[in-house]
């Protein structure tokens, strides 16, 4: 499952991030990486981007983003 694929309110654990390098630093800047918890906060329609939380800080991520992302 990846994280695009969650609905709003729903909560995550992260298992591995298949995105390019400089995307993968960023996301760990902000404190995602293997093991994290994430939520989404809110999804504007199901193409549209979504507020992601973790931890304290929350972010917006693009749909293709959020493809990336491997959770369970």
């Keep these: 499952?990846?994280?695009d694929q969650?609905?709003?309110?729903?909560c995550a654990t992260v298992v591995d991030i298949e995105l390019p390098f400089e995307?993968?630093?960023?996301?760990?800047?902000?404190g995602v990486k293997?093991?994290?918890?994430?939520?989404?906060?809110?999804?504007?329609?199901?193409?549209g981007p979504m507020q992601v939380r973790a931890?304290?800080?929350?972010?917006?991520l693009r749909v293709r983003?959020?493809?990336g992302i491997r959770i369970k």
Excluded: K, S
């Design 65 to 67: 983003e959020a493809a």
């Design 55 to 60: 931890g304290h800080t929350d972010f917006i």
């Design 1 to 3: 499952m990846t994280l």
């Design 6 to 10: 969650l609905a709003p309110t729903q």
């Design 23 to 30: 995307l993968r630093e960023r996301l760990a800047a902000l």
């Design 34 to 47: 293997a093991g994290r918890h994430l939520a989404v906060v809110h999804r504007l329609g199901h193409w």
